[in-house]
């Protein structure tokens, strides 16, 4: 069973910035396609990066692209989400998931393991 822990959300002013971290639990095999998806109050949750086990291949939703970064460090089972230029519409609980297939998917319903989420506010 891989767990999952994000951290990092918080409050901040328009045009900050944010990283988010996600640490897979030690007996994780670190060769998970990983996933950062949002949820805002009375919205679904929708997605907003990936990157597959090597780091090589990375997607993006086209609200953040060239704003947010997906990164990760296997050695650390983390993965990352660099936020910069945050706007209003950013804010929602954000949730790192994971699936063991290679391929990078946009669909929550195919990645098994999730995260408890984390709190990302952006004030105007």
């Known amino acids: 069973q891989v767990q999952l822990v994000e951290s990092g959300g918080g409050l901040v002013q328009a045009g900050g910035s944010l990283r988010l971290s996600c640490v897979a639990s030690?007996?994780?095999?670190?060769?998970?396609?990983m996933g950062w998806f949002r949820q805002a109050p009375g919205k679904e949750r929708e997605f907003v990066a990936a990157?597959?086990?090597?780091?090589?291949?990375?997607y993006y939703t086209d609200s953040v692209k060239g704003l947010f970064t997906i990164s990760r460090d296997n050695a650390k089972k983390t993965v990352y989400l660099q936020m910069n230029s945050l706007k209003p519409e950013d804010t929602a609980v954000y949730y790192c998931a994971g699936r063991h297939l290679a391929i990078i998917s946009k669909s929550g319903s195919e990645y098994p393991y999730w995260g408890q989420g984390t709190q990302v506010t952006v004030s105007s």
């Open positions: 990157i597959t086990w090597t780091g090589y291949t990375t």
């Open positions: 030690r007996r994780a095999d670190s060769r998970l396609t």
